[in-house]
């Protein structure tokens, strides 16, 4: 199985600064099939159920502002949060589907400064 | 617009049952994978089980293998999880939620609010 391992548990930003989540596979997520990263994020706000941000480790769902941004190869992702808004508050998640069992990180709780 | 509502969850005792059921709405239903994903109070996400859209494949978390079962009306629009052998552990908010397909894959587009499972004597 695939361990998917977040960093960090949480962190604080300013409102307008950039937020920075990692996100770290046991095994690659690139396939030699279609050179794709088969890595996704999502946005759990509270009482809420999760929101699909970013999926291909890169592609911006429909609808996500721009100020969200996904990034890396392989084993090691990041997901950017530019310009920080106080509605950005919330748990993110990373999780892949290269396979079966599909497997999430534990989640990085975002507060503001 | 894509709607996924779950219901019946509630308090059982270990070793009860309770069947899930997530009716959909908005798209066409056979068209795509459906899956369930838990949640336990506090905790992160877990997911749970699988219905391909092929129509008979399923699949499973480790721990939920032999003792929960994911079926699918199509004709009801409907998901299902029937779960036998409840544990403690299985408490959680269970959310029905739809695979984007394609060559995406089991990348989760659309999510219900989600049904809650008390497993406690």
């Known amino acids: 199985d695939f361990v998917m391992t977040q960093s960090p548990d949480s962190l604080a930003v300013s409102l307008g600064e950039r937020a920075t989540i990692n996100c770290k596979s046991s095994?690659?997520?690139?396939?030699?099939?279609?050179?794709?990263?088969?890595l996704t994020w999502y946005q759990q706000k509270p009482g809420q159920p999760p929101k699909l941000l970013i999926y291909?480790?890169?592609t911006r769902e429909s609808g996500v502002p721009d100020r969200f941004s996904g990034s890396g190869s392989g084993t090691d992702f990041t997901l950017t949060i530019n310009s920080l808004q106080a509605e950005d508050v919330a748990v993110y998640y990373c999780?892949?589907?290269?396979?079966?069992?599909?497997?999430f990180g534990q989640g990085t709780r975002l507060e503001i400064k | 617009e894509v709607q996924l509502l779950e219901s019946g969850g509630g308090l059982v005792q270990p070793g009860g049952s309770l069947r899930l059921s997530c009716a959909a709405s908005?798209?066409?239903?056979?068209?795509?994978?459906m899956n369930w994903v838990r949640q336990a109070p506090g905790k992160g996400l877990e997911w749970v089980s699988i219905?391909?859209?092929?129509?008979?494949?399923?699949a499973y978390v480790d721990s939920v293998k032999g003792r929960f079962t994911i079926s699918r009306d199509n004709s009801q629009n409907t998901l299902y999880l029937q779960m036998n052998s409840l544990r403690v552990e299985d408490t959680a908010i269970y959310y029905c939620?739809?695979?984007?397909?394609?060559?995406?894959?089991?990348?989760?587009?659309?999510w219900g609010q989600g049904t809650l499972v008390t497993v406690s004597s």
């Open positions: 939620a739809r695979s984007l397909g394609g060559e995406a894959g089991e990348v989760f587009d659309y």
């Open positions: 908005g798209f066409t239903f056979r068209n795509y994978a």
């Open positions: 219905f391909f859209r092929d129509g008979s494949r399923t």
């Open positions: 095994r690659s997520l690139l396939s030699s099939r279609n050179n794709k990263n088969y």
């Open positions: 291909w480790a890169s």
């Open positions: 999780q892949h589907y290269f396979d079966i069992p599909l497997t």
